[in-house]
């Protein structure tokens, strides 16, 4: 059962039809008890997923039959290659953990930023076995059905960053203590309005207004990408215009804007045809083939009690846009 077919059986007729016509940005009023328990078994994913061979089986239980999961633009449909895909990082990294960061629970979805942190022990991509530290930032958005269960998974993982640090060309050194953020509850109204901020962004790129997204933020607001943490507006509009030679049509089409507390995260996809040289993450130049391109990115925010943006962290994979084609 899909999401939107949810709202007929958790919430009134009208509260559908209002959710339906506006998808992005309503939050429907699922149950106290419903919404308690989304936030048990979100959490408990990566809690499991540590626990190895019987947690990630405990994993299977929590997901319907039918989980749909899209990791790394690549799609599985079903517990079995849900499970095995949870499995298969034990023959490159078996010390592997995850450390939560971010926890945004709204309706019957939840978003989650984490981290990785092991060694790469075994074969990786053709990459022998090094010892390396590897270290990065990954994103999931999560889709629950009636009974609570994960039915659809969005898995975004920094692999060219993983890519650099397992051959050594990106050193890690100790790792970071990696502390949950806790975000006080806040009233409804504030949780639309700064889902409404958060909508802004990728709608004024898209108009290439992007200068207009400073004035959604602090001045000293807080960056953290695949590039490291940085500080200013400068910091954050370089986000926005770090394509725009590559991929000058490039646009983001946002698909999930949740709010909890102070925390706003969305889910997007860029979609645009590589027109001018691109530099990898490895540092090369690519050249253009004049093809569309297709993949997944994820923000995660957090506002000040105006709505106004004082931290972002953004999940991509900087490659794939230059690697999935769109059919």
């Not at 309005?193 to 400073?214: D, E, G, M, Y």
């Not at 400068?234 to 490039?250: C, I, Q």
Request: aromatic share 8%; net charge negative.
């Amino acid at each position: 059962m899909r999401p939107q077919s949810l709202l007929n059986v958790l919430v009134s007729p009208a509260v559908a039809a209002s959710c339906s016509s506006t998808p992005l940005l309503c939050t429907a009023p699922f149950s106290p008890s419903y919404e308690k328990q989304l936030a048990k078994n979100s959490a408990t994913f990566h809690m499991n997923f540590n626990k190895r061979d019987t947690g990630r089986k405990a994993n299977g239980a929590l997901a319907s039959v039918s989980i749909d999961w899209t990791a790394n633009d690549v799609d599985s449909l079903g517990r079995k290659p849900f499970v095995e895909g949870l499995d298969s990082f034990d023959s490159w990294a078996p010390d592997i953990k995850i450390s939560d960061h971010i926890h945004v629970n709204d309706g019957n979805k939840a978003a989650i930023l984490y981290y990785f942190q092991g060694h790469q022990t075994g074969e990786f991509n053709g990459v022998p076995p090094s010892g390396n530290a590897i270290e990065i930032l990954n994103g999931e958005f999560m889709l629950f059905d009636e009974d609570v269960l994960l039915n659809r998974l969005i898995t975004v993982n920094e692999n060219d960053i993983l890519q650099l640090q397992v051959t050594g060309k990106q050193k890690v050194g100790k790792f970071q203590d990696i502390k949950l953020i806790s975000t006080p509850p806040t009233e409804k109204e504030y949780q639309e309005k700064i889902k409404n901020v958060a909508s802004q962004f990728n709608k004024n790129f898209n108009l290439r207004k992007t200068k207009s997204n400073a004035a959604l933020t602090t001045t000293d607001v807080q960056v953290l990408t695949d590039q490291g943490t940085k500080h200013g507006r400068d910091a954050l509009l370089a986000l926005f215009d770090r394509y725009e030679t590559s991929f000058p049509d490039l646009l983001a089409h946002d698909e999930y804007i949740l709010a909890e507390g102070h925390l706003t995260a969305i889910e997007f996809i860029w979609l645009g045809t590589f027109s001018s040289p691109f530099k990898a993450s490895n540092g090369s130049t690519v050249q253009p083939d004049g093809k569309s391109y297709r993949t997944r990115g994820m923000r995660w925010m957090r506002h000040n009690d105006e709505g106004l943006v004082d931290a972002v962290w953004q999940v991509a994979t900087n490659d794939d846009l230059i690697t999935n084609v769109q059919n």
